[in-house]
């Protein structure tokens, strides 16, 4: 290969990329640049491990000048490198590296420029150095293999979703991030205005109202990759930015997006793992996903299904069952295999993990050997009945700890459904990993309304979401019952997507926003633009956003979104890299207008006397 013509992805300055070098390649003059990942001094020979984008090849300095301009060379030193492929003796093949076979014999070796002492090994594996650290320094961080393979699979996987929604005639569309609140249900992020001192923009939560009002323009498909802003409080592994796949759809039903959800996710594993993915994707009741796994976002790789045992205990004298029957509530159970042997300790362990959560404790009963019933909390109150029918009712076998929790029928459920979980991860059930088995599932069915703190109802989803047709004339009679046209889809445990068709009409809006006891000059004054252009022949029309984070830490098979996002944020909100966020100067708190009071309540920009919902539109 000619050194005068290079590929133009390696730059004017290089002939070839360190990592593609093979033993074909023997005998070629080769002029590489990069950092140097390592450097053994060998006496006279010094051997550097050149890296560069493509990977990583050896370089042999032998000679005088070379070896002399070798030796003052550092880890992470940027470097050009002249020389000649050579292939490498039998015995000094490294089978573990692409380049294995071969090394530069370098006849040139220039510093392109120096690295100061480094904060850490670069090579070094990333799960050896400190997050803050990791973060602090996330250039050096992204030097290394791993992670930055991570941000490679999150570019080849959002290369498939757009080639996917192009070929599906979806129109990208930006909406903008300064803008009024939206209705995803956290706090919103504000930005204070010079201009209109006293006004403030927020950052959207999601462009759900942008969307809606695209399709009342006549795009029918829309999609947009898009970051979101959701002022929450701070949990393991939640960004106060984050992307989605936003998409909305004209003329649709569910099926329309469960079609679509599955041509992107096949390419997407293709794409990113090689990986076929076998679509349809199974499907799921919301119900049945909280009564069998006692979760809206079930990981079905593994068994440990919940077991109902309220009929089992229905007649039963344990205190704790029959008050938690007698108040209508559920007694259920999760078998731990093999768990008869954890110690008094363990237990212990188990149920503060309960308490943790909030639950007032958890009931445990261990199956001996022989199948009768060993330790337990709860089994001493058993009738000769209970104990002799138990492990069959429970699905335990000799030797397995069934756990059991009594209580009102949700919390219940989710409690169980959560010690599901951590009991499997316990005991090894959950595979870790790129490979999969990855397990998608659509939920559907999800409901429309759930309790809030001061005793009213909130949308789940949100509040745009149309009633089951079952529901739509009667949802305000049981809120707590109601189900919506609403959908996630749940891979291995983790919600990837959700959405819902829309409502579209005034009147069944209107009933939804007195529900979540939203007024009309409330709803109004929220979202009166969107109310103001559902007035001009909205088309029937729903949507679903994919979490493009989460997708993408799945294929790299990490457990933290933060993996895949290049500058992300730590667990409690900061930037350690940037310092952001910082406070600000008296100068810049008042050029921003942030203690201004507006002189009067804000108009929306533009719109003169907008009038309100027009009485025809209740119909
Ligand atoms: N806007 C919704 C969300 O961010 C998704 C949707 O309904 O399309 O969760």
Request: aromatic share 8%; charged share 25%; proline share 8%.
């Amino acid at each position: 290969m000619s050194t005068t013509n290079p590929p133009p992805m390696l730059g004017e300055m290089r002939s070839h990329g360190a990592g593609t070098l093979r033993a074909a390649d023997a005998g070629t003059e080769v002029r590489l640049a990069g950092w140097v990942a390592r450097r053994r001094d060998h006496g006279g020979v010094i051997f550097l491990d050149l890296r560069d984008a493509s990977g990583v090849v050896q370089v042999v300095c032998r000679e005088g000048s070379v070896a002399d301009a070798a030796h003052g060379l550092r880890d992470e030193f940027c470097v050009l490198v002249v020389g000649e492929v050579a292939a490498r003796p039998p015995g000094n093949v490294n089978p573990d590296l692409p380049t294995g076979e071969v090394e530069v014999t370098a006849s040139r070796v220039d510093v392109l420029s120096p690295a100061a002492a480094l904060p850490f090994p670069v090579e070094g594996q990333a799960a050896e150095t400190g997050e803050e650290a990791r973060l602090r320094w996330r250039y050096l961080d992204l030097r290394r293999a791993g992670p930055a393979a991570a941000l490679r699979t999150r570019a080849t996987a959002v290369r498939a979703l757009r080639r996917v929604m192009d070929d599906h005639g979806f129109v990208e569309v930006e909406t903008p991030y300064l803008t009024r609140s939206t209705p995803e249900g956290a706090r919103d992020f504000l930005v204070p205005v010079r201009l209109q001192p006293g006004h403030w923009y927020a950052l959207p939560q999601s462009p759900q109202l942008f969307k809606q009002l695209l399709m009342v323009a006549g795009f029918e498909r829309y999609y947009q990759i898009v970051r979101c802003f959701r002022d929450e409080d701070f949990r393991a592994d939640r960004q106060p930015e984050f992307t989605q796949l936003d998409v909305e759809l004209s003329f649709m039903g569910p099926e329309d997006v469960y079609r679509l959800g599955e041509a992107l996710m096949a390419r997407v594993w293709g794409d990113a793992l090689g990986l076929e993915v076998a679509t349809p994707f199974r499907r799921m009741t919301y119900a049945e996903a909280m009564t069998r796994y006692g979760s809206d976002k079930p990981d079905v790789r593994f068994g440990l299904e919940l077991v109902d045992l309220s009929a089992f205990f229905a007649a039963t004298g344990v205190g704790v069952f029959r008050a938690a029957l007698d108040a209508g509530g559920h007694v259920g159970a999760v078998r731990m295999p093999g768990g008869a042997e954890l110690t008094r300790k363990q237990l212990d362990g188990w149920i503060d993990w309960a308490r943790g959560r909030g639950a007032k404790g958890l009931a445990y009963v261990a199956i001996d050997p022989d199948g009768s019933i060993g330790r337990s909390t709860v089994a001493k109150f058993f009738s000769d009945a209970e104990a002799a029918g138990f492990a069959e009712a429970a699905g335990a076998e000799p030797g397995d700890l069934v756990f059991i929790a009594a209580g009102p029928r949700t919390p219940t459920l989710e409690l169980l459904g959560a010690l599901r979980v951590v009991v499997a991860r316990d005991r090894g059930l959950v595979p870790t990993g790129q490979e999969g088995p990855f397990e998608f599932l659509w939920v559907t069915d999800m409901p429309m309304f759930e309790p809030n703190d001061v005793g009213g109802w909130s949308a789940v989803h949100h509040p745009f979401t149309a009633p089951a047709p079952d529901w739509e004339e009667k949802f305000e009679q049981a809120p707590g019952e109601a189900v919506a046209q609403a959908y996630d889809l749940v891979c291995n445990g983790y919600e990837i997507a959700s959405g819902s068709v829309r409502i579209h009409r005034a009147d069944l809006q209107q009933r939804v926003f007195e529900v979540i006891g939203l007024g009309r000059e409330e709803a109004e004054s929220k979202f009166g633009f969107l109310l103001e252009a559902f007035r001009y022949g909205p088309p029937p029309h729903g949507g679903v956003a994919f979490g493009v984070d989460r997708i993408c830490a799945l294929l790299a098979g990490a457990d933290s979104i933060r993996e895949v996002i290049a500058f992300p944020k730590t667990s409690s909100g900061g930037d350690p890299l940037t310092g952001a966020p910082t406070p600000i100067t008296a100068e810049q708190r008042a050029e921003a207008g942030i203690d201004a009071r507006p002189a009067e309540p804000a108009p929306p920009p533009n719109l003169p006397g907008r009038e309100t919902i027009p009485d025809e539109r209740r119909s």
